[in-house]
């Protein structure tokens, strides 16, 4: 992936707010959210969720992609960048 992109940052999985400073940090004010979720890897023994995945996770009323995703979205929209369709980006 290095070798296709500007610039990479790796964070682990439930540490949103280090994503969310990643993100600004690389000048990034729009993001597109496409995927899976593997929901097993939320369960996982160990995972160092920070207190906004936390607050996120035990906000959520059904734990689908589309619940998730929402959540996510809005969480990110909250954080000041823009979330694109899917539909009018792909």
Known sequence: LSDVVDALAYQRLGQLDAVAEALRGFGV??????????????????????????????????????SLFRALAGWLVGEGFEVLRQDLVL
Do not use: N
Request: hydrophobic share 55%; net charge neutral; aromatic share 6%.
């Open 29 to 66: 004010a729009r993001v597109l959210l496409v995927g899976g979720v593997p929901k097993a890897r939320l369960f996982e023994a160990g995972l160092d969720l920070d207190a906004t995945a936390r607050t996120l996770l035990a906000s959520l009323r059904g734990w689908d992609d589309a």
